[in-house]
């Protein structure tokens, strides 16, 4: 989606156009996060379900065992990012991993020109986006 948008702002707009560095690289920092996670559980990684069970029981946390399958929708999906960060602000209170799945869980509850606003920085930029994509009317902002 996000080479969509940025072929589209490029055709559009050119040299003119914003970067997306930003929101690649902190997208490719999720991924690369979540990658090896979804390798485990393909696996059946079953001993990663005993650890996660064994943790649950001695931080007290309900949710560290509770595998339920695959990711159904979008708000079980974030909510699991959300407990990734918690997990790590656990177990490594210095990693950055906590504050990434906390950031891309967050972004993932934002509209688009409300995601765009808050990556991309340089007012110019953000008008020209919300003109290509019809996004961010004065009207949207009071929502």
């Known amino acids: 989606a996000l080479n969509g948008l940025e072929r589209a702002v490029d ?4 040299a ?13 920092k999720v991924i690369h996060f979540i990658a090896p996670l ?17 943790l649950g029981a001695a931080t007290g946390d309900s949710r560290a065992g509770a595998i339920a399958g695959p990711i159904q929708n979008r708000t079980q999906a974030l909510s699991q990012l959300r407990s990734v960060a918690e997990f790590f602000r656990r177990t490594e209170p210095h990693s950055p991993v906590a504050y990434l799945a906390d950031k891309a869980a967050d972004w993932g509850e934002m509209p688009l020109h409300l995601w ?24 949207d902002a009071a929502r």
Do not use: C, H, Q, Y
């Not at 055709?11 to 050119?14: E, F, Y």
């Not at 003119?16 to 997208?27: I, K, S, T, V």
């Not at 979804?38 to 064994?54: I, K, L, P, W």
């Open 16 to 28: 003119d156009g914003p970067g997306f560095r930003a929101a690649r690289e902190a997208l490719e």
């Open 116 to 139: 765009l606003r808050s990556v991309v920085k340089d007012t110019a930029a953000i008008a020209m986006l919300e003109e290509l994509l019809g996004s961010g009317a004065k009207g």
């Open 11 to 14: 055709a559009r707009l050119g």
């Open 38 to 54: 979804a390798t485990r559980e393909n696996d059946g990684g079953n001993e990663d379900v005993a650890v996660d069970a064994a």
